[in-house]
């Protein structure tokens, strides 16, 4: 979706998180796979700044949630405390 990627007023790389969130689904997160993803997340921004914003949800032509979708990445991608 183009507006996702150009048109967010947060910043974040829509897409970038959604592919990344998806190979989280088929590969899982172990400890090698969970650092190609954080690296694959470096430049799209925080997933969790997206879930407050609310306008995607309203204008996303193609009806994705794309609230739920960043809050699943952030809970996700959530590093973990030392």
């Not at 998806?22 to 925080?46: I, W």
């Not at 739920?68 to 590093?79: C, G, L, V, Y």
């Amino acid at each position: 979706c183009r507006y996702c990627q150009d048109g967010c007023p947060v910043g974040i790389r829509i897409p970038d998180v959604i592919s990344a969130l998806n190979q989280a689904k088929v590969y899982g997160l172990g400890a090698k796979a969970r650092g190609m993803y954080e690296k694959a997340l470096e430049g799209a921004g925080d997933p969790a700044e997206c879930i407050s914003c609310g306008q995607c949800s309203s204008v996303c032509p193609q009806h994705i949630d794309i609230p739920s979708i960043m809050k699943e990445a952030a809970e996700k991608f959530k590093k973990k405390e030392n």
